[in-house]
C-alpha cells in the first residue's frame, strides 16, 4: 500500500480521485492499514468498521466512475469530501454503531439513528472510518479520563495528545484520516489541536446542529473539524454547519460556501493579512506559560506582522475569572445533562431484586462514572442546589456577561481577530496533572473565555518547543469562521518554508512495531 | 466561601444520585473544596448591576409547525434497554416495593 496517501491532506486526495488516478478503496484501506496498526501503541480508536467502510469507499468509487463518463461538469460538482475517509468521536451517534462517550455507563450502547453531521457527512459521501477515544463524557484535557484508556500522543508516546476530543485529533495527527470531528466545551478541539500539531476549529455557538451528540453543558457544546490543514478543515465545517430544525440551538445563519475555495497558493493567502487588524490579548500570557511556547507565538505574531497585518495590544480584563466561571457553569450544566442516565432505558443498569429504585439508580450511577464525570456532577449539583444557586450558579453567568463584553468591546473597536497561544503548555506526560483537578483545569485557561463568549477559534501549528508541537490561537467575532480560517491559511502560507512543517509526528515509527508498549502500559510506567 | 463538610458531600452525593465509596467520599471532599476556593475568585467582581447570560447567541422563539413525523422503529428504540418484556421496557418499582 502506497504510504504516502495518509500523509496526504484530504484537497490533494480529492483532485486525484476526481482524475482517476486513485480509487477510494485504495485510500480508505491505506487508512484502516494504518489506523490498525498503530491502534496499540496509540489507542486513538474505540471501534474501526472496516466492512463498512470499503462498502462505501466501493459506491464512492462507482459515484466517480458515473461522474467522469458524464464529463468534467458532473466531476466537478461532486463533494469535495466523496471517498474520504472521517473520525468521528464517540459521542457522535451513528445508526448501528457502537455510542459509549469514553464511559463505561454508556458501553455497548448502539446509537438507533445519525446524529445531524453524521447525516451530513454520508450527504457528502464522507466514509466513517470508525469511532475515535475521548475522555469520558468529554471531560478532562488530556484524554487520560477515558474509561478505555489513555491516547499516547504521536510526537512522544508518554504524553498525552490533550483533551477531550484526543482521539480524532491523534488519528489526524497520524494520517489515519484527512478529517476528524471533536467537540468542544471548554477547549476539547484546539487544545489537542496544539498539542497534536493539528488544525482544529470550535465555530461559533449554534454553528452545528448537536442533534445525536451526547450532551455535555448545552449552553456551550459546539461541533468542530480537526484536519492537517485549514483548506481540509474549512471544507469539513461547510459539510458539517448550518441550521438543522431538530436543535433549536442551531442558528439560521447562512454557512459561506468561499469555505470550499481557501486559496491554494501562497501569495494569495497571505495577501488576506495586508490592512488587517489583529489584536494580541496581553491576559493570554499566562502565568506557567512555558518560555518556549510564548517564544513561539511572539515569533509567529512577528511573521504576521511582517507580512502586513497590523498587531495592536489588547486587554481583556475578565480573562481570569474565565476557569471559576466555566467550572461552575459547565458541572450545573453536566449534572442536569448526565441525570439522564439511570439504567433504565439503555446504558448500563445494577438492579436488586427487591430493593429501592433510589438504590439501583445510586449503585448504577457510581459504578458506571468515573471520577471526573463524578467530580463535575458534584460539583454542579451543588452549585445549583438549594442556597446555593444565586452565589454560584447567577454570579457565574453575570461574569460570563463580562466576559462576553471584553470581546464585544475588542471587535468593536475595528479588531478583525486575536492572536494568543492556544495551550499555555505543549503535551504533557501521563499523570502529570491527574491528581490536580485544577492543575488539568489549567490547561484550558485560553480557550475557556472564547467558549464562555460562544465565539469561534481556530488552532493552527506554529512550530515545536522541545520538540512538541504548539499551537496558535486566532479568536474572532460570531460567524467569523471564514475570516479565522483565511488568517489560519495565511498563516500557513507565510511559513510555508518552515523546516518544522514537513516533519512527522517524531515518535510515529514507534507505533509500527505491533509489539509496542499500550499507553496504559506507558501510564502505568509513569505512576 | 462555602466549604463542604463530610455530611455536605455525602448529602450532595445523594442529590446527584451517586453511590460512592467512603474513599471516594473522602477524596472529593478535599477535592472539591480546593475547588470551592477557586470559585471565591469571583466574589472579587461587583457583579450587582450586570445581567445574567444564559446564551451567547440571540435565538428567540424557535418554533416549528406541530407536524407529525415518523418515529424510530419500535424495536430500535427497545433494543438497548437492559430489561425488556415484550413490548416494554422493565422499570424497576416505584410503587408497593419493599422500600417506598
Known sequence: MDGTLTRLPGHALASRLRAGELSSREIVGASL????????????????????ALAEADSADARFAAARAEGPAATAALHPLLGLPVALKDLVSLAGGQCTAGSRILEGYVAPYDAHITERLREAGAIVLGKTNMDEFAMGSSNEWSAFGPVSNPWDLDRVPGGSSGGSATAVAAGHVPFGIGTATGGSIRQPAALTGTVGMKPTYGRVSRYGIVAFASSLDQIGPFARDTRDAAALLHAVAGRDERDSTSAPVPVPDELLTLPAGDDEAAGWLRGK????????????????????????????EGAGATVED???????????????????????????????????????????????????????FGPEVKRRIMLGTYALSAGYYDAFYVKAQKVRTLIKRDFDDVFGSGIDALVAPTSPTVA??????????????????????????GLPGLSVPCGLAEGLPVGLQFIGPAWSELALLRFGRAYEA????????????????????PSARTPMDRRAALA | MASLSRADVEHVAFLARLGLTPQELDQLQGQL???????????????????????????????????????????????????????????????GGEGS
Open chain 1, 428 to 453: 504533557f506526560r501521563f499523570g502529570a496533572r491527574i491528581a490536580d483537578p485544577v492543575a488539568m483545569y489549567l490547561s484550558d485557561a485560553c480557550t475557556l473565555p472564547v467558549n464562555m463568549a
Open chain 1, 277 to 304: 487588524r489583529l489584536g494580541l490579548p496581553r491576559e493570554y500570557f499566562v502565568a506557567g506559560m512555558e518560555p518556549e511556547v510564548e517564544a513561539r507565538i511572539r515569533e509567529a505574531v512577528a511573521a504576521l
Open chain 2, 33 to 95: 473544596n480546593h475547588i470551592l476556593e477557586q470559585y471565591a475568585k469571583l466574589s472579587e467582581i461587583d457583579t450587582s448591576a450586570i445581567p445574567p447570560t444564559a446564551q451567547t447567541i440571540e435565538l428567540e422563539n424557535i418554533l416549528r409547525e406541530d407536524v407529525a413525523t415518523p418515529s424510530l422503529p419500535q424495536d430500535a428504540v427497545l433494543a438497548n434497554a437492559s430489561r425488556r418484556e415484550g413490548e416494554f421496557i422493565v422499570v424497576p418499582p416505584i410503587l
Open chain 1, 314 to 368: 489588547v486587554s481583556l480584563p475578565h480573562t481570569d475569572y474565565g476557569l471559576a466561571t466555566y467550572y461552575i457553569v459547565a458541572p450545573a450544566e453536566a449534572s442536569a445533562n448526565l441525570a439522564r442516565y439511570d439504567g433504565v432505558r439503555y446504558g448500563l443498569s445494577i438492579r436488586e431484586a427487591g430493593r429501592d429504585f433510589i438504590a439501583d439508580y445510586l449503585a448504577t450511577r457510581g459504578a458506571g
Open chain 1, 494 to 513: 507565510i511559513t510555508a518554508g518552515a523546516g518544522w512543517r514537513s516533519l512527522e509526528p517524531a515518535q510515529l515509527h514507534l507505533a509500527d512495531d
Open chain 1, 33 to 52: 492499514e494504518l489506523a490498525e496498526r498503530h491502534n496499540r501503541a496509540l489507542n486513538a480508536w474505540l471501534t474501526i468498521d472496516r466492512e463498512r
